[in-house]
């Protein structure tokens, strides 16, 4: 239960208007850079990652993506979903509108609302430009930076090779992870996003819940959900304030007939894959 003292507890942001996205200096990249770095740190990651190429699940899961990105901070530019074939429960958002959702996290999700919070909370990091800023900070600190601004729009693999040279997509990811700061800030932002589209936000707070039941008894398929993000029962308390410090709108939306039809979609695909041993 959450009682007053507890809400005054929580950090007065929460209590603010929706966050507002300030881009660091070092980050001088304009949309269309950003969109280009972001196709091309995509185009490697496939190579990575097992991806579905399935149009009925596709549609679907970019139908969410579109409405909420609409709806959202920053819809001016295109955003995309893939879906990757492994049991792991993850999204990744990368610069410039690409998210990658792992079909582990389409396999726990229960509602509509908590598939669109998760994929409301990859857009916030894409408003936020999270991603953008933290690899063009890398890119400095290993001073490739301009190298990177010269080559963003021009058709070559400069790039891609700068990025392999890095350990590649998934290792730069992991080493170049969210703060804890920036992990609840996209999660308010995702909250504002889902209101907006007519999303139920208490998806949220039901998604986080289950990850925080899921740490009791860990294993692969939730290993990469937990390792890199705040306790999952601190986000959940933290929307859950936003949501009671608030007053929806009736008739959002929890679940629909489509997400029921994916549910049972997944069931005939093949099987995801499995992490390697360690």
Same mark, same amino acid.
């Given at each position: 239960?959450?009682?007053?003292?507890?809400?005054?507890?929580?950090?007065?942001?929460?209590?603010?208007?929706?966050?507002?996205?300030?881009?660091?200096?070092?980050?001088?990249?304009?949309?269309?850079?950003?969109?280009?770095?972001?196709?091309?740190?995509?185009?490697?990651?496939?190579?990575?990652?097992?991806?579905?190429?399935?149009?009925?699940?596709?549609?679907?899961?970019?139908?969410?993506?579109?409405?909420?990105?609409?709806?959202?901070?920053?819809?001016?530019?295109?955003?995309?979903?893939?879906?990757?074939?492994?049991?792991?429960?993850?999204?990744?958002?990368?610069?410039?509108?690409?998210? &990658?959702?792992? /079909?582990?996290?389409? %396999?726990? #999700? !229960?509602?509509?609302? =908590? *598939?669109?919070?998760?994929?409301?909370? +990859?857009?916030?990091?894409?408003?936020?430009?999270?991603?953008?800023?933290?690899?063009?900070?890398? &890119?400095?600190? /290993?001073?490739?930076? %301009?190298? #990177? !601004?010269?080559?963003? =729009? *021009?058709?070559?693999?400069?790039?891609? +090779?700068?990025?392999?040279?890095?350990?590649?997509?998934?290792?730069?990811?992991?080493?170049?992870?969210?703060?804890?700061?920036?992990?609840? %800030?996209?999660?308010?932002?995702?909250?504002?996003?889902?209101?907006?589209?007519?999303?139920?936000?208490?998806?949220?707070?039901?998604?986080?819940?289950?990850?925080?039941?899921?740490?009791?008894?860990?294993?692969?398929?939730?290993?990469?959900?937990?390792?890199?993000?705040?306790?999952?029962?601190?986000?959940?308390?933290?929307?859950?304030?936003?949501?009671?410090?608030?007053?929806?709108?009736?008739?959002?939306?929890?679940?629909?007939?489509?997400?029921?039809?994916?549910?049972?979609?997944?069931?005939?695909?093949?099987?995801?894959?499995?992490?390697?041993?360690?």
């Amino acid at each position: 239960m959450i009682t007053r003292r507890s809400l005054l507890a929580l950090p007065a942001t929460l209590y603010a208007a929706e966050p507002k996205v300030v881009t660091p200096a070092y980050n001088t990249l304009s949309d269309a850079e950003e969109i280009a770095l972001g196709r091309k740190f995509a185009a490697t990651l496939e190579k990575d990652l097992p991806i579905l190429s399935v149009s009925a699940l596709d549609n679907y899961v970019n139908g969410i993506l579109t409405e909420l990105a609409r709806k959202s901070r920053r819809p001016n530019i295109p955003y995309i979903a893939k879906v990757a074939n492994t049991v792991d429960v993850n999204a990744i958002s990368l610069p410039g509108g690409f998210v &990658f959702v792992y /079909r582990g996290l389409l %396999e726990m #999700v !229960k509602t509509e609302s =908590e *598939l669109a919070a998760v994929l409301s909370h +990859e857009v916030g990091h894409i408003v936020g430009r999270h991603s953008a800023n933290n690899l063009m900070l890398d &890119f400095r600190a /290993r001073q490739v930076y %301009e190298i #990177v !601004k010269r080559n963003l =729009e *021009l058709r070559n693999t400069v790039i891609e +090779e700068i990025i392999e040279k890095l350990g590649g997509p998934l290792v730069i990811l992991t080493r170049l992870r969210y703060s804890r700061e920036l992990e609840f %800030e996209s999660d308010l932002l995702g909250h504002y996003n889902m209101l907006r589209a007519n999303w139920d936000p208490a998806g949220i707070v039901r998604f986080f819940k289950r990850l925080s039941l899921s740490r009791k008894d860990p294993g692969d398929w939730v290993d990469s959900a937990l390792a890199t993000h705040p306790d999952p029962a601190e986000r959940a308390q933290r929307i859950q304030a936003e949501i009671d410090g608030s007053r929806l709108p009736s008739g959002l939306t929890t679940n629909t007939m489509s997400f029921g039809a994916m549910k049972l979609g997944l069931k005939l695909l093949p099987a995801p894959v499995r992490p390697k041993a360690k």
